[in-house]
């Protein structure tokens, strides 16, 4: 059987994660070469798309699964409503009265987070670039400024305010990005080699291809200690100025914080 | 020393086409064996990649690439075998299985499983 065009299979290609493009599209180039039967013109064509059909789906959820670490998008979900609530709440205090307007804050919350799996997905394994953390947050939150002028055109009902919508996005990139360097991708985690033969290695798309930014633990956790105290002391003036953040609601939130840093913690040491 | 997870069948399957298979274990060969195991269920070729990743994942099985090759239009393989823990976990999965072989035989008698050890090995045959 002849093999499939080649312009298939850079189509296949396009939807294929780089990590496994070149692996599955060979795989399935193969499995068309030993397959017998007709010649290719008759069922050979039908037969690969249907392969190719059944196949990438899979191959883009597990690339999924193997990049999202749950527990950061569950932040990341947090900090992005937070970010388009807050920016409502000081911008237009009367849109939360609308009968869609919470909804109305979460889908462009929910179409970053979609553009943050796939772009961690999709993103090339090994290299390491110092802005990565700011690049996916722009690229989310790029796609859900896009989608929110595209809206109108199903639903305008569904549409956020112009001004709601920019310093949601604004506030989104930095928390967004904050909670990237404090917790990065698990591709991007630094790997430690295996201390002895009987100990399995990273598995490979987790293997770094150039040397990882060398910081000692103790400046790390300087880095992260400021950053921090650079977030308490913003909520902390934000509570001087602002009535709606009591103290209560103050304590409430660092509880939860804690809570949350906590879990994710020992969830991380076992 | 770590201890293995406990395998789903699933998983058993593909750890044993990747034994069997020893140095010739890709995807598309994987794909072919886990098949013929788990006949006269299909399996599909995504089903397998998503194990395999899962597997590797878990510590249980690991890659490599080989070298571009004319048949795959120039592209290379992913090769796979077991790691240590992988195999200590496949012997877990293959005493648990004897014993619910034997559990089930000493039940339903020895008749009963010379039957069946005669079908399996018309299969295999």
Known sequence: MPAPPRSLETLAGMFIPPASRE?????????????????????????????????VPLVILSRIRRTTDF??????????????????????????????????????????????????AYAMPGRRW???AIRAPVFGLGIAVLSQWMLPVSNPELTLPRWILWCGAGTGLLLVAAVRMLFPPPADRPQGAPSDASQNGPAFWMQQASEPVSLAPGALRLMKGAGMLAAAVLVGALAVYQPMFRPQVLVLAAVLAAVVVAVYQVRRWR | M???????????????AILTL?????????????????????????????????????????SWLSDPTPERGGRRK?????????????????????????????????????????????EAG
């Not at chain 1, 979900?77 to 009265?97: E, I, K, P, Q, T």
């Not at chain 2, 770590?2 to 044993?16: I, N, S, Y």
Request: hydrophobic share 50%; net charge neutral.
């Open chain 1, 71 to 120: 527990q950061v998008l569950l932040m990341e979900a947090f900090v992005l409503y937070l970010s388009f609530w807050g920016a409502a709440r000081f911008m237009d205090a009367a849109f939360l009265d609308n009968r869609l307007g919470f909804l109305r804050l979460a889908i462009p919350a929910a179409t970053t987070l979609l553009a943050l799996m796939l772009e961690d």
């Open chain 2, 78 to 122: 992913r090769y796979y075998r077991l790691e240590a823990l992988g195999e200590r976990a496949l012997q877990d999965s293959a005493i648990t299985a004897k014993r619910i072989w034997e559990g089930i035989a000493e039940i339903w008698g020895k008749e009963w499983a010379k039957e069946w050890g005669k079908r399996w090995g018309k």
């Open chain 1, 23 to 55: 692996v599955v599209v060979g795989d399935l180039h193969e499995r068309c070469l030993l397959r017998p039967g007709t010649p290719w013109a008759c069922r050979g064509l039908p037969q690969y798309v249907a392969d190719v059909v059944m196949t």
């Open chain 2, 22 to 62: 020893r140095d010739e274990a890709y995807g598309v060969t994987i794909h072919a064996k886990t098949e013929e195991l788990a006949r006269p269920k299909n399996v599909s070729l995504g089903a397998v990649y998503v194990t395999l990743d899962r597997l590797e994942d878990k510590g249980l099985v690991a």
């Open chain 1, 130 to 132: 110092p802005l990565k």
């Open chain 2, 2 to 16: 770590a201890k293995p997870d406990a395998l789903g069948q699933f998983e058993q399957l593909v750890m044993t």
